[in-house]
């Protein structure tokens, strides 16, 4: 049994949660929003319930083996205080969407303590401590002493866990269809707009410019991932609710900036046009302004 802390129990950070209390271990949650109890719909319809302790604020040292990083990247600093309330140095996996997990957290943390976690949960929180998981998790760790101690952490759940020897190309795979999962929020349509080829082609061409500067970081992805993207989204529920559409709909703040943005900063680095994840990365901000006008 390990004790871990999780930052962020939304729907990825929750449904992580349960299946480590479903395997046994001393799970802590570091939450915004309380709730007494933790309730997650596996792809099967099983239902998984538990109780980990809830806190809400830190409160003194935290005893954990591991802590899980899950918060959305526009609210990292937001976890800078639970890690600083850890007892002992313990390996911190970042478990949140983009390629630019060290550097985001290497202000706050040793670098040789961060883990850069690729997740991929299909998962919708319905609720604080509500959440339906839509389908089988993924989740990959660069090859390593840290991800194999991160695989063992995950033994008898029910996620997909392994060390990967290329993490960089399998950070951009999914980065490419995080941006592509922008033509939803800018539509307020589910995932099955991916069956209207207009609406295919824009993916298409946010992909492409994800591999161009994919590629010039050091990844390995050829020019079919473009339409492998759209097809990935055509097979899952016409339904499906990213986390950028989900957040745009309760008028959230949206993590464009880790999907679309990052494409465009680094795309300019590179000296590579980016101009469509720029227009779509501006449009997105426009929301975003928009919706925080609405909140005040």
Same mark, same amino acid.
Request: negative net charge; proline residues 6%.
């Given at each position: ?17 349960? @299946? ?72 911190? !996996? ?77 950070? @951009? ?21 991916? @069956? ?22 050091? !990844? ?5 991932? !473009? ?30 900036? !880790? ?38």
């Amino acid at each position: 049994m390990s004790r871990i802390l999780l930052i962020g129990p939304g729907a990825v950070g929750g449904s992580v949660a349960a @299946w480590h209390c479903e395997a046994g271990h001393d799970v802590t949650l570091a939450v915004r929003t309380g709730f007494s109890s933790l309730t997650v719909e596996t792809p099967g319809g099983r239902i998984l319930r538990s109780q980990p302790k809830i806190l809400s604020q830190p409160s003194g040292p935290i005893e954990a083996d591991w802590v899980l990083v899950a918060v959305k990247t526009y609210d990292s600093a937001a976890a800078a205080p639970w890690l600083s309330e850890v007892a002992d140095p313990a390996p911190v !996996a970042i478990l949140q969407n983009g390629v630019e997990h060290v550097s985001r957290f290497s202000e706050w943390l040793p670098k040789e303590l961060i883990l850069p976690v690729m997740v991929d949960i299909p998962a919708e929180r319905e609720a604080p401590g509500v959440i339906r998981q839509r389908g089988k998790g993924m989740v990959r760790v660069p090859a390593g002493q840290l991800g194999r101690a991160f695989v063992q952490l995950f033994a008898g759940t029910e996620l997909d866990v392994a060390e990967v020897e290329d993490f960089t190309t399998t950070l @951009w795979r999914k980065l490419c269809i995080n941006v592509a999962g922008a033509v939803s929020a800018l539509t307020d349509q589910p995932g099955g707009v991916a @069956w209207s080829e207009p609406g295919a082609e824009v993916m298409r061409a946010l992909v492409r410019e994800c591999v161009a500067v994919g590629n010039a970081e050091g !990844a390995k992805l050829d020019g079919s991932i !473009a339409q492998a993207v759209v097809d990935h989204y055509r097979k899952a529920p016409r339904d499906a609710i990213n986390s950028l559409h989900a957040d745009r709909r309760a008028g959230r703040r949206m993590e464009w900036d !880790a999907r679309n943005g990052v494409v465009s900063r680094l795309g300019r680095a590179h000296g590579i046009p980016t101009s469509v994840n720029d227009t779509i990365s501006g449009l997105l901000a426009a929301i975003d302004e928009a919706a925080a006008d609405l909140r005040q």
